[in-house]
């Protein structure tokens, strides 16, 4: 990437910051091996999202182009800082030029063929998924949507804009910094090292209490980028490095890459200290120059450098390809499917950057080119906001199906009259009633769906409700010492349900309710738990880990029945995908969806059956500790069956286990007693 005068006659060059040597003359040099590392780095992503139980690690491949975009963008400014011709405006129009096109491009062509084949709330999510691209606000975007029950990424055809919108949010803050840097004579390696230091310790702050504000967030991650700055620094105001320390570098850096890809995996937590090693690896990579062997002949071939090139617009078109992939043909498409679409991303790649980009990139009239690219992902963004507000309307019939996509992500939980409490650095949801007692409810969102039920009985008999505290954590199995995986996913599990143990102990605590997803945790699908033994770490589903896991379980109901307390464990209501709203249409999104003729009911015998090994462990575990059961199923059933419709025709689930709000507040009576002392000691007086 070169930088051009403004002026036949170059400007006085001005002095270089303090502490630096004379800039090298060349700094601003092509170097295929950069477009080579965007190769590899494009390849790793593009691999990882088509086939991520193979390559498991591809992700670090959007850390690999944050280093190399803080090193151009770094180069590019101090070079011009340094001639006397630096000028913000000058440097929005060229990222504009560059990274406006494809971009424009690609929100068009997605919701074109969104507003084809989207159902209408689905449409209106990426609306608001196109403002935010427009916006380069993704990373924030997505950000407020992460949740237990947001929607599944893959249906989400604009997520990967969101490392878009890091790079963006770091174009804005860091040429105002280094223009006061230079202006003012700061020392850079100074400032940058404050800044590197600061980043980091957002990252590894944030990382173990909310993950997902360490990976989205740009303090988290301006770090990476000030890596590609500090070596941008090094190119221009230090000697070279000698031919054997560039050798030493491009080994080091090709050892640490191999290491970052065969090491981290999903369930690392990530950011964090990993991501020193896809970073250190770029950084020491672009240090060891074009000359050394594994740049000049890896990095620097042909091939690389070609697919380098078209790097930018394939990161920007195979995603959304892939996620119309998930949606059309359901979460597993063939891999025949996943070759074709990634040929396609090659060739609109291709075709983008030799259509639009270089031309537009190349043509004179720049501030009628960037005039027009501004005005277009703008308009587009509006659009996309409108889309959202619901200004337009979605396209598809659906032929009476709405009311069964209605009831998709129908979940409220922590509602308006909850209030949060904080208890061992974890924070949970509290009801006040009038009544005396404290019940404690512990477990994961299947107890979080009785919230509403709660809600409405404080709500109706304030005097005869006593308090409750929700001491639960989506996906958090409770039970002592069990880990759930993806640990990035769900880092506090551990805590949480530690935590609401210790909660359930203390002396104004009179009833604990104990409720779980059990029959999930326990089946013999299950590997997304483990159970840490202290000295070693033992996985789901085999025998040993299910049996400490219940062995755990039985000594903490045992120990809170020693402490007084009337402790219940409640079964897991019904489920399977009987319940499912998705499985009650069908039809094509090119053409119509209908709703099935005949939506069967689940059959309680088979539900129990298929549930019988785990069932009985719970209800031994009672027995043998005192403590009350509640199986919902004797409430929620009638006879030997269960109805996954109410009388209205609508689905009372919204998903294959969790109840919609409606339906919680007016079935979970069976729980009812536990937060009303005058029930409760009624039910128990002989």
């Keep these: 990437m070169t930088v051009t005068a403004h002026a036949a006659t170059p400007p006085a060059r001005t002095a270089p910051l303090p502490g630096s040597a004379t800039p090298t003359p060349h700094a601003l040099a092509y170097r295929p091996d950069i477009d080579g590392l965007r190769a590899v780095a494009v390849t790793a992503v593009l691999l990882f999202h088509c086939w991520p139980q ?10 690999i182009f944050f280093v190399i975009s ?4 770094t180069t590019i400014l101090l070079k011009q800082l340094e001639a006397g011709r630096f000028s913000i405006l000058d440097f929005y129009s060229r990222r504009v030029r560059r990274i406006f096109p494809a971009l424009l491009v690609v929100l068009l062509a997605t919701l074109a063929f969104g507003w084809i084949v989207l159902l209408h709330g689905e449409f209106t999510v990426l609306g608001k998924h196109v403002a935010a691209g427009g916006g380069f606000v993704s990373n924030l975007v997505l950000w407020a949507e992460s949740g237990y029950f947001d929607s599944s990424g893959s249906t989400k055809p604009l997520l990967h804009l969101w490392s878009l919108g890091v790079e963006e949010q770091f174009y804005i803050a860091w040429p105002l910094i280094l223009w006061l840097v230079f202006t003012k004579r700061y020392n850079f390696l100074l400032v940058t090292g404050v800044i590197f230091c600061a980043s980091m310790a957002v990252n590894l702050g944030s990382i173990a209490t909310n993950p997902t504000a360490a990976f989205y967030s740009p303090l988290s991650r301006f770090w990476e980028l000030m890596s590609g700055g500090v070596a941008a620094y090094l190119h221009l105001h230090r000697r070279p490095w000698s031919l054997q320390q560039q050798r030493w570098a491009a080994a080091l850096g090709t050892l640490l890459m191999v290491g970052a890809f065969a090491l981290i ?5 990530f950011p964090g200290w990993w991501a020193l090693l896809p970073v250190s690896a770029t950084f020491l990579l672009i240090m060891a120059g074009p000359a050394t062997l594994v740049n000049r002949h890896l990095l620097g071939n042909r091939l690389a450098t070609g697919i ?14 892939l996620s119309y992939a998930f949606i059309l043909y359901g979460e597993k498409p063939s891999y025949q499917v996943k070759i074709g679409l990634m040929a396609g991303a090659l060739l609109l790649a291709y075709l983008t950057y030799r259509l639009l980009e270089t031309p537009l990139r190349h043509y004179r009239n720049t501030p009628r080119v960037v005039g027009a690219l501004v005005t277009g992902v703008a308009l587009t963004a509006v659009i996309g906001f409108g889309i959202n507000a619901g200004l337009l309307r979605e396209r598809i019939d659906v032929h009476g199906s709405d009311v069964y996509l209605n009831a998709l992500n129908d979940f409220d939980f922590p509602g308006a009259t909850f209030k949060p409490i904080r208890h061992q650095g974890i924070v949970f949801q509290q009801l006040t009633g009038k009544a005396p007692g404290l019940t404690v409810f512990i477990g994961d969102s299947l107890v979080q769906q009785y919230g509403p039920h709660m809600e409405q009985l404080v709500a109706r008999q304030p005097e005869q409700v006593n308090s409750v505290i929700f001491a639960t954590g989506g996906g958090c199995q409770p039970v002592l010492h069990t880990i759930r995986l993806p640990r990035f996913q769900f880092p506090l599990c551990p805590e949480t349900i530690a935590a609401a143990y210790d909660l359930a102990s203390q002396p104004e605590v009179h009833t604990v309710m104990i409720g779980a997803a059990w029959y999930a945790y326990f089946n013999k699908y299950n590997n997304l738990t483990e159970y840490d033994t202290g000295t070693q770490i033992l996985p ?7 049996d400490l896991a219940y062995a755990s379980l039985q000594q903490s109901v045992a120990a809170l029945r020693k402490a007084g307390k009337r402790v219940v464990i409640v079964l897991q209501p019904p489920g399977g995908q009987a319940y499912d709203p998705r499985n009650m249409y069908q039809g094509s999104r090119f053409d119509s969806i209908y709703p099935l003729k005949n939506i069967p009911n689940v059959d309680l015998t088979s539900f129990n059956q298929a549930n019988a090994e785990a069932r009985a462990r719970l209800i031994a575990i009672a027995a043998d500790t005192g403590a009350e059961l509640i199986d919902p199923t004797t409430s929620l059933c009638q006879g030997n069956t269960c109805h996954v419709l109410d009388a209205n025709g609508a689905p009372i689930y919204t998903d294959t286990t969790h109840m919609r709000p409606s339906y919680s507040r007016r079935a979970a009576t069976y729980l009812d007693d536990l937060v009303m002392p005058s029930r409760a000691a009624a039910a128990t007086a002989p």
């Design 54 to 63: 193979w390559f498991v690690s591809g992700f670090v491949g959007v850390d």
């Design 70 to 73: 803080g090193y151009l963008i």
């Design 265 to 269: 995996k999903p369930q690392a937590m």
């Design 308 to 321: 380098g090139k078209i790097s930018y617009p394939l990161y920007l078109w195979h995603w959304p390809l």
């Design 540 to 546: 789901f589903p085999s025998a040993a880990a299910q």
